[in-house]
């Protein structure tokens, strides 16, 4: 089965993009962010921001999974 990168709902701190990536390259998820901040501020935080929130937009959310319950 193929992965899918998705926005993770429940490891999110704004909009779940870096989870998200996280998730996808199978990394921390403290990295990162630790990345995004540091090239957000080496970058004069606008192209960071911008890519953020069409990150934000296109990526789609990921479908939170049913528990059974027996």
Same mark, same amino acid.
Not at 2 to 11: G, V
Not at 42 to 61: D, E, G, K, N, S
């Given at each position: 089965m193929a992965k899918k990168l998705t926005r993770s709902m429940e490891n999110r701190m704004i909009g *779940? +993009?870096?989870a998200g990536l996280a998730d996808y390259f199978d990394i921390d998820v403290s990295l990162v962010r630790l990345i995004f +901040? *540091?090239? /957000?501020? +080496? /970058?004069?935080? +606008?192209?960071?921001?911008i890519f953020y929130l069409i990150a934000w937009i296109i990526i789609p959310a990921k479908k939170a999974e049913t528990q059974k319950t027996e």
């Amino acid at each position: 089965m193929a992965k899918k990168l998705t926005r993770s709902m429940e490891n999110r701190m704004i909009g *779940g +993009v870096c989870a998200g990536l996280a998730d996808y390259f199978d990394i921390d998820v403290s990295l990162v962010r630790l990345i995004f +901040v *540091g090239i /957000t501020l +080496v /970058t004069a935080l +606008v192209p960071m921001l911008i890519f953020y929130l069409i990150a934000w937009i296109i990526i789609p959310a990921k479908k939170a999974e049913t528990q059974k319950t027996e």
